[in-house]
């Protein structure tokens, strides 16, 4: 009998992304895998000293059907030596299969699914999204040794046009890591995201401070706060920050065993200290008017007096 592929450029061009990859089999090993992001990337599944292991061939269509079948059958007349096709193309600068005109598209799918491992849905879903919406338009075609740095701060710069100052230089770090695995992969021999930083052509984004509040308004702010019909917990932790100065994560990683009953106070070891007061040994938080004793100085600047302060009740 002939041979009879479960695979076909009609299935290939109709297989439709779904919340999760899944895979399309043919036979013989070959298989494609489809993305959430749409991407259709051909596999090899095959078994080397008795682990499963999985040999990326390229995505569909800048490889076509016939093209990956042949790749496939290469890569099944290694095994048959004994030889890991995925090892034999790290070993040598051709590699299996491999296309010097490959795109950066096709490159970027393969590594993809190498580094989505271990990694989050949601942070795999992001940097999909990302690739699909920013990067691809863009260079997603073009032969990844043709692009240069010029081209990606073109692709920076366009991002950055539209006020996405952030998603910008998330964009060239995620170009970086894709041309680091083509270099990887003998693809290329020099990682062009590595020529220049974000900060070299992006415009510095414009700092805010936090909103504030003029003492005279404080009064009206707590009223507020002590009004406020929302969670119990988050009405409490208001007030807390408020009268104590301290920054929202000390505040939130607070731990029972930093509240010193005897000498009323709170104690904020320096390891829990944001990174701007790291000089600070440690941060205390006196909580009445009882002055104890302590090796401090009177005048070091890390002691909050809170005479007005109402105890803090510690859970038994």
Partial sequence: MGENPLLSDTKLKSAKPKERGYRLTDDRGLCVLVQPSGSKLFQVRYRHLNKQKIYSIGAYPDVSLAQAREIREQARKLIAQGIDPVEYRRSTASGLGFDPNASFKTVASEWLETWSVGKS???????????????????????????????????????????????????????????????ATGRIKSNPAKDFQPSDVLIAAVRKNFARIEAKE???????????????????????????????????????????????????????????????????????????????????????????????????
């Fill in 121 to 183: 849905p949601r942070h795999v879903g992001y940097v999909e999204r990302r690739l699909a919406a920013d990067i691809f338009p863009l260079i997603g075609e073009r032969s990844i040794e043709s692009i240069t740095a010029p081209d990606l701060v073109m692709l920076l710069k366009r991002i950055e046009k539209r006020g996405a100052h952030d998603i910008a230089k998330r964009a060239h770090q995620t170009c970086g890591q894709i041309f680091r695995y083509a270099v």
């Fill in 218 to 316: 404080l009064g009206s702010l707590m009223q507020s706060i002590e009004v406020y019909t929302g969670s119990a917990m988050t009405r409490i932790a208001m007030k807390l920050l408020a009268m104590t100065f301290v920054r929202t994560s000390e505040l939130i990683n607070g731990r029972w065993e930093e509240i010193d009953r005897e000498a009323k106070r709170w104690n904020i070891p320096a390891e829990r200290i944001s990174a701007a007061r790291k000089d600070i040994a440690e941060y205390i938080v006196w909580y009445n008017d009882e002055r104890p004793h302590s090796s401090l100085d009177d005048q070091t600047p890390t002691r909050v007096w809170l005479d007005s302060l109402m105890p803090l009740k510690v859970a038994a």
